[in-house]
């Protein structure tokens, strides 16, 4: 059973079911956030491709959210806060049988590795596709997507890696598929684990402090995003290089948190 999402809507196969053909840009935004959140080795046109897919459908659905007079930060986060409990988060047995075995420290390092490479990648390519359109500047206004795009592959592949640490060090959340995923997304926009000796940590995770938080650190995300607009290739190595340390910075602060989480005694 996975944290963050329900078994049932997990195998269903195809987009998630939602009602209304004017949810059918949120539910393909959903939909290519999972696929690319994929911390496998997914081939590097199949990842420009999905981005590309995702650019635009964000395109449709932002138009939608303009349309109903909201900000940016407040509709990135309302999109990243239905994407959250459809994440894919693995329990510990299918980590270890992806993992050829590995428990405990050497498991953490090797999701940290292939999600710090996976970040990168999201950097790089984004970076290679914005160099690609200084030289046809026309192409600039599909800029700011691509951004958001990027935005929220990097949070859910993050998400993720908070999500999976927690199985590997045996630290559990409480509550629903749903309740415990936006627990690790407020845990996300903390960078910092879960304290589920907290109540507040599951209880308050959908209040107004935790959502202001989540649009606080998708936007400060979507700044650093900004480097990948510079000229020629520059923005993609730098693109990749902030991904990857900044996903290294944020997993070593979360494992801190659950060894010392792990040390305590059990709530009574």
């Known amino acids: 059973m996975t944290p963050g999402t329900d078994r049932s809507s997990q195998d269903r196969p195809g987009r998630p079911e939602l009602p209304g053909t004017e949810n059918e840009a949120d539910a393909e935004v959903a939909e290519l956030v999972g696929r690319l959140s994929d911390t496998g080795d997914m081939d590097g046109a199949e990842r420009r491709r999905l981005l590309g897919r995702l650019s635009v459908a964000l395109v449709t659905a932002g138009k939608r959210a303009r349309a109903s007079g909201a900000g940016r930060g407040r509709w990135l986060a309302d999109v990243f806060a239905s994407i959250a409990p459809r994440l894919p988060i693995r329990d510990l047995a299918a980590l270890q049988d992806h993992h050829y075995g590995l ?119 979507l700044g650093r995003h900004l480097t990948t607009l510079g000229p020629f290739l520059t923005g993609a190595v730098a693109g990749g290089a902030l991904n990857r340390a900044a996903t290294r910075r944020l997993a070593q602060t979360v494992r801190n948190d659950l060894r010392r989480q792990r040390a305590l005694p059990p709530a009574s």
């Open 103 to 221: 428990t405990g420290d050497q498991l953490a390092d090797d999701l940290v590795r292939t999600a710090s490479k996976a970040t990168m990648a999201v950097g790089a390519i984004g970076g290679a596709l914005a160099a690609a359109e200084f030289a046809a500047p026309p192409l600039l206004l599909s800029a700011p997507a691509q951004l958001v795009a990027e935005t929220l592959v990097v949070a859910a592949i993050e998400v993720k890696l908070i999500a999976e640490l927690h199985e590997v060090y045996g630290v559990q959340v409480p509550g629903t598929g749903s309740q415990r995923a936006m627990a690790f997304t407020v845990a996300w926009s903390r960078q910092r684990g879960v304290d589920p000796l907290s109540p507040a940590t599951v209880q308050l995770a959908l209040g107004a402090a935790a959502k202001a938080g989540l649009r606080k650190r998708l936007l400060r995300t």
